[in-house]
């Protein structure tokens, strides 16, 4: 079957918004020069569009920044709004139609208190649907629902399941491994409440991107390690995967938009306690001892990330502990395309790939 060969384009391509944004002139019909012309050579047309807008909003590197600025600056997401107004459309009306609802909830987190989610549901949604726990990404140190609200909403209505996005404590201020841990406990969380919800725990899928991409699959190796029900599929889309900032793609994308390689060392700078914790397992997914007995994987990855190299050899190591991984590629496109649908028609391609490699569990699962 396609879905257990790894499946790599030939051209080479956290969920991080904002990360390493040159100040720039504002953008005019032609890519604007800058010191990485190169990333708005590559990026096709609609990638090119999302870019220009976010020069325009003129965010500044992170290494510049404190944790508390950094969330304070344009996104990724921002550009997008900024692109479909250009095109005359109105962001808040596109979302009141996406035939979705949402519920803003709570989970209960690994070290007490209470944790913000977001529950998505199809308009019109029967009983015993699909649950997908979504993970954000932002490096562990920014960005939260509204940030990443594009890629659940898409993926509760082509996947016609309920998504569960679900925020994390966040570094500097809660360093590693804070976020991982609730994760795992919002996991837990799911599971218990799906039926509530009108989903169904045994149908359970999870989804993150970036570093949300690195904790779906530490969530699926803890939920084998607790014994709790696995997941039928995991999608990691351009994960947060090693630690190592020396790789091919992050030398052919060091100085890359939106995310380059000064930007993931302020991030793991931020995020751990100490340097040993760059050793770790759940960060360093690629040199992890045991990745054996994980749920079929889904890694999507971008051709302008530094991240690329990492989650195509992730997907290499899980095959080679004998799981299922199934590894695509996508040209013309920069970290954090994913949730872009609106704009960037590779992201709405991805987005039926990775609900394409989804379904195809259930259904094995169903017929079963």
Request: glycine share 6%.
């Amino acid at each position: 079957m396609k879905r257990f060969a790894t499946m790599l384009l030939t051209a080479t391509l956290l969920a991080v918004p904002m990360a390493g944004i040159q100040i720039g002139p504002a953008a005019s019909q032609e890519a604007p020069k800058s010191a990485d012309s190169g990333t708005m050579e590559r990026a096709d047309a609609d990638m090119r569009n999302v870019l220009m807008k976010l020069q325009e909003l003129n965010p500044k590197p992170l290494a510049e920044l404190s944790a508390a600025e950094a969330r304070r600056q344009p996104t990724p997401a921002d550009a997008v709004a900024e692109v479909l107004k250009a095109q005359g459309k109105d962001p808040a009306q596109m979302k009141a139609q996406s035939g979705v609802s949402t519920q803003d909830v709570t989970y209960p987190g690994a070290a007490g208190g209470e944790i913000p989610a977001r529950i998505y549901k199809p308009e019109n949604a029967a009983a015993d649907l699909p649950v997908i726990l979504y993970i954000h990404g932002g490096g562990w140190v920014i960005a939260d629902l509204d940030t990443y609200d594009a890629t659940p909403r898409a993926l509760a209505k082509k996947a016609n399941a309920i998504v569960a996005s679900v925020h994390y404590r966040q570094a500097p201020e809660h360093k590693f491994p804070a976020a991982h841990d609730d994760i795992n406990a919002a996991y837990d969380w799911m599971l218990k409440n799906a039926q509530s919800w009108g989903g169904n725990p045994q149908k359970a899928v999870i989804v993150g991107e970036s570093a949300g991409g690195n904790m779906a699959i530490t969530a699926a190796m803890a939920a084998r390690d607790k014994n709790l029900t696995a997941p039928l599929h995991v999608v990691a889309v351009y994960p947060v995967a090693g630690t190592n900032l020396d790789t091919q793609s992050y030398m052919e994308n060091e100085n890359a938009k939106p995310l380059n390689k000064a930007a993931m060392r302020w991030f793991f700078d931020n995020t751990v306690q100490e340097q040993s914790d760059l050793s770790d397992p759940r960060l360093d997914l690629v040199k992890a001892v045991n990745l054996n007995n994980l749920p079929p994987v889904t890694i999507i990855t971008a051709e302008i990330d530094p991240l690329r190299s990492e989650g195509t050899e992730l997907a290499e190591r899980i095959k080679a502990a004998g799981g299922q991984a199934t590894a695509r590629n996508f040209e013309g496109v920069t970290h954090e395309f994913f949730g872009m649908d609106a704009v960037v028609q590779k992201a709405a391609e991805a987005q039926d790939f990775a609900v394409e490699q989804i379904k195809e569990d259930l259904l094995t699962t169903s017929s079963n």
